[in-house]
């Protein structure tokens, strides 16, 4: 089968995870998410996975916590989460390693971007965990940076609830209007909800597409990789 990209990375919302609650980790959905991902490993793309932490901890809108606390509680958050799925993925017989940015060896490995690719090219499932391992980032900006560390050629941005990037909340507004294209300046002028400006300027200044897509149908991520048009696409031309 004829597919677009040759390595990806994925970036979850920790939301997506939890399923139809969108709290916790629903195992259902997880363990749809992890057969999707082995059939696109089965295709020799290199699968690079950023997972959110969201459905246990969102360190952004702890109102009571200090800031830099609260984020740290949502890197570790993301951890729980990479290790879910990997388990899920494991479980289906698909090699996969978790790479964290706070180390914790003893459940695993620090993220060393020359092992992170090697990995890939040996066709193993790469978990980006722990976020970029400081505060004040989201984990779209670690999908970001991520996907330039080792040269991906697209982030997959799987959102729950939404299934591209709209003009206005199409959850309030009706009448919203989906984007099929966007320019990565048009986000940060319009200030659009994709991903925080941080990580859009990382995305402009390293010329990486964004695909921001529904994750309802895990199924729109190989739809994607064979060429379909999905979501919205932000790029620059």
Not at 181 to 200: C, F, H, P, R
Request: charged content about 25%.
């Amino acid at each position: 089968m004829d597919h677009k990209y040759k390595r990806i990375v994925l970036k979850i919302s920790g939301e997506a995870l939890g399923g139809e609650v969108g709290h916790g980790i629903d195992e259902k959905t997880i363990a749809e998410i992890a057969g999707v991902i082995k059939q696109i490993n089965a295709l020799g793309i290199e699968v690079a996975i950023v997972v959110g932490g969201g459905n246990i901890w969102r360190g952004a809108s702890a109102k009571s916590t200090d800031r830099a606390t609260s984020d740290y509680m949502g890197m570790l958050a993301t951890i729980i989460n990479g290790m879910a799925l990997q388990d899920a993925l494991e479980n289906i017989d698909v090699p996969t390693r978790v790479q964290t940015a706070i180390e914790m060896r003893q459940v695993a490995e620090p993220y060393i971007r020359r092992r992170a690719i090697r990995h890939l090219e040996k066709g193993r499932v790469v978990i980006f965990a722990g976020g970029s391992g400081n505060p004040f980032f989201s984990t779209d900006t670690t999908a970001a940076l991520r996907a330039a560390e080792i040269d991906a050629d697209v982030i997959l941005l799987a959102k729950k609830g939404v299934d591209g990037v709209y003009d206005d909340d199409p959850n309030k507004n009706p009448n919203a209007t989906m984007y099929s294209d966007l320019k990565y300046m048009e986000i940060l002028k319009q200030g659009l909800k994709v991903m925080d400006s941080t990580a859009t300027s990382l995305c402009m200044d390293n010329n990486i597409p964004i695909i921001v897509f529904g994750l309802e149908n895990p199924e729109n991520i190989i739809r994607i990789i064979k060429g379909e048009i999905i979501g919205t696409t932000i790029k620059e031309v």
